[in-house]
């Protein structure tokens, strides 16, 4: 047996404190429109913001969205699940066309060790345009030309497809008209033409298809008129003279129509001609 002498034991204990802040992942943000992001000038969207948080988030938190429109538009509200913010575009004009943004900030609730994060995404609105303009006057046996101008206002990347119709079906290429890239050219232009035209502006990618119409009323040109007596301008009293009255019409005047003729006698006297003419005939009144 050993004998040991008594042993004092001092054990010591230190500490340290760190603070663990944990961000917030950022959510996933999606943006729909319904019922498309392209429309016609008067049409409403309704953008719908969409905003998902990740599953590692189980603490309270507070969902705050912000639209931005184009011309400094906002809107702000405050969001409950399942976090979703609508945005209505009501009556839209080309004004109205351009980027929508919807930005979503994540913020704890009474909790200082979990900080913020923010989440931003963004859709492009277009409006679907038409317009027709002329160019030249409408006159039988001149050019004319009809021009459809279909365009996406925000998107110029996309070009409409333009094609024209009347009440035959589409126009295509003969008959004195040519049809290239939504321009109508009548050279010449002649009285069948006449009639209601119809210009189509397709985006195939989007489903949406418009139209516009004109009436074509083509003018008459005044015709070449000449006048001839029978034997001669010259007769002697007692004696009988024809006048001839032959009027020429322009070759582009190529539709039925009527030609009445009057006479106008010294003293200013009217005689009607013989029987109305009509085009194909001799145009000729006596």
Do not use: K
């Amino acid at each position: 047996n050993v004998s040991l002498p008594a042993i004092s034991i001092t054990s010591l204990f230190s500490t340290s404190i760190s603070n663990l802040t944990v961000q917030i992942p950022p959510p996933t943000v999606t943006i729909t429109a319904t019922p498309s992001q392209v429309t016609t000038v008067g049409g409403n969207i309704i953008l719908t913001c969409n905003t998902q948080l990740g599953q590692s988030v189980n603490s309270n938190v507070t969902v705050n969205s912000t639209w931005i429109g184009p011309n400094s538009l906002t809107s702000s509200s405050i969001l409950a699940s399942p976090y979703q913010s609508t945005f209505m575009l009501g009556s839209l004009d080309t004004t109205g066309a351009g980027n929508y943004s919807c930005s979503v900030l994540i913020s704890p609730v009474n909790n200082a060790f979990i900080s913020q994060t923010t989440q931003r995404t963004t859709i492009l609105v277009s409006v679907h345009t038409i317009n027709i303009t002329a160019s030249g006057s409408p006159v039988a046996g001149q050019m004319y030309t009809l021009i459809c101008n279909g365009a996406l206002v925000g998107n110029s990347s996309l070009i409409p497809v333009i094609t024209w119709s009347n009440a035959t079906g589409v126009v295509t290429n003969g008959n004195g008209i040519t049809v290239s890239n939504g321009v109508l050219t009548f050279n010449p232009l002649r009285t069948s033409h006449g009639g209601q035209y119809t210009c189509q502006s397709t985006l195939s990618a989007f489903s949406s298809m418009i139209t516009s119409s004109t009436q074509l009323i083509v003018q008459i040109p005044p015709p070449i008129i000449t006048t001839t007596a029978v034997p001669g301008q010259v007769v002697i009293t007692g004696s009988n003279i024809t006048l001839l009255c032959n009027v020429q019409l322009e070759p582009s005047v190529d539709s039925t129509v009527m030609v009445t003729s009057t006479w106008t006698a010294p003293g200013g006297a009217t005689l009607s001609g013989s029987n109305p003419l009509w085009i194909g005939s001799s145009n000729q009144s006596t």
